[in-house]
C-alpha cells in the first residue's frame, strides 16, 4: 500500500492536526499511530519558536518540521522535553539537525532519567523490535484476507520503526534547570514548572500565563494514563497544583486539546483509584480480587469518559495495569 507519501519523510504513522489554542499557540495533536506519537506544542515567539515533545521516531518530528516551514520562517529556538519516555523524546535529533542553534530544554530529573533509563530503552527497543516483527510475519500467514491489510501495514511500520530506532542519535538536554526556568520573550512569557511527581519523577508543564495556556505532557492524557513510571499516590496532588494556575486551555502528552472539565475528571479518577486500591488491599485481598473489585466500582463512573479513544487504548487494560502498580506501592 504505497498512499502514505504525503505523510511526511517517514511514509508512515506520524499524522498531526494542527490546532490553534491562542495567538501564536498551537497544538499538534497526533492521530493513533502504531507507534505511538505524542502531541507537540508549537509557540511561536518574536524571535524564534518553543517546540513542546519530539514524538517517538525524529521522522514524526521532520513532519512537523515541514508543516513548520510552511507556518513561519522562524528558526526553533527551544525544544522542551516534559519527560523521559521515549515517545516524547526520541525525535529531539531533527531539531538541532534542521535548526543548528536549537536548544533542548528540560529539568534535571527528566534530564538524569533518559541517561539513567531512556538510554537502555533505546536499546531494549533494538532488542525487542525483530521480536515483533517476527510475530506479525507469522499473523499474516495465518490470517483472514481481511485481516491481513492492516497487519501488512503494521509490519511495514514496524521495519521501519526497527531501521530508524537503530539508527537513532538520542539528542540529550542541552540546557536542563532545577526546579523552574522562566523564558521572557519579548511578547509573552514562558514558565518551564515542576508541580511535583505525578506521571514520572520529573514531568515538566509548560505555562503561557498570558494566553492561559499549559501544557502537560502525560500528567493529564485523553486516555488512561500510564502509570509504569509513575507516582499514583503523588499525582492527584500535583494535578491540585496545576488547578491553582489560571488557564483555560490545556495541551496534554496524548489526546485532543482540552479544558478544565477535563482536568476535574482525570484528577478524580487518578484519587479514586488509588483510594480504591487502599481500601481493598487494606482488607486483605489479592491483587486479583483488588482489580475485580476496583474496576467494578469506577467503571459506573469513568469507563465511558476514558473509552474517547476506543480499542486504541482500552480503559479496562489501562485501568488493571493502574491499579497493580498502586497496589504494589500501598500494600
Ligand atoms: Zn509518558
Known amino acids: 500500500m504505497d498512499c502514505c507519501a504525503h505523510e511526511g519523510p517517514g511514509g508512515g504513522d506520524a499524522r498531526f492536526d494542527i490546532k ?182 520529573g514531568d515538566v508543564f509548560v505555562y503561557l500565563p498570558k494566553e492561559k495556556v499549559v501544557i502537560t505532557g502525560d500528567a493529564m492524557i485523553g486516555w488512561t494514563p500510564y502509570m509504569g513510571d509513575g507516582y499514583p499516590e503523588d499525582w492527584a496532588g500535583t494535578l491540585d497544583n496545576l488547578a491553582q494556575l489560571d488557564f483555560t486551555h490545556i495541551i496534554m502528552g496524548h489526546g485532543d486539546v482540552t479544558g478544565r472539565e477535563w482536568l476535574n475528571t482525570f484528577r478524580s479518577y487518578v484519587h479514586d483509584m488509588v483510594e480504591a486500591v487502599r481500601h481493598e488491599a487494606a482488607t486483605g485481598a489479592t491483587l486479583d480480587e483488588v482489580k475485580q473489585r476496583v474496576t467494578a466500582k469506577l467503571a459506573p463512573r469513568y469507563e465511558k469518559p476514558f473509552s474517547t479513544y476506543g480499542e486504541y487504548r482500552p480503559w479496562r487494560t489501562g485501568l488493571a495495569a493502574n491499579i497493580e502498580r498502586t497496589f504494589g506501592m500501598v500494600s
Open 20 to 201: 490553534k489554542v491562542a495567538d501564536g499557540v498551537y497544538a499538534a495533536v497526533a492521530s493513533p499511530a502504531y507507534k505511538v506519537n505524542c502531541n507537540t506544542a508549537i509557540i511561536e515567539n518574536a524571535d524564534g519558536v518553543m517546540i513542546v515533545d519530539t514524538h517517538s521516531k525524529p521522522s514524526a518530528a521532520e513532519v512537523i518540521i515541514e508543516r513548520l516551514r510552511e507556518m513561519t520562517k522562524k528558526p526553533v529556538r527551544y525544544v522542551v522535553n516534559t519527560h523521559f519516555h521515549w515517545d516524547h523524546w526520541h525525535g529531539n535529533e531533527a531539531y538541532p539537525a534542521a535548526y543548528p542553534d536549537a536548544e533542548i530544554v528540560s529539568n534535571n530529573i527528566t534530564r538524569e532519567a533518559m541517561l539513567k533509563k531512556g538510554l537502555k530503552r533505546i536499546q531494549d527497543h533494538v532488542r525487542q523490535v525483530p521480536g515483533e516483527i517476527a510475530k506479525l510475519k507469522a499473523d499474516i500467514q495465518a490470517s483472514s484476507p481481511a485481516q491481513r491489510g492492516k497487519l501488512e501495514t503494521d509490519l511495514r511500520l514496524a521495519e521501519s520503526y526497527l531501521a530508524e530506532v537503530r539508527a537513532l542519535k538520542p539528542a540529550l538536554p542541552t540546557i536542563a534547570f532545577e526546579k523552574t526556568m522562566k523564558l521572557y520573550r519579548r511578547d509573552r512569557e514562558i514558565q518551564l514548572l515542576h508541580l511535583g511527581r505525578a506521571h514520572t519523577e
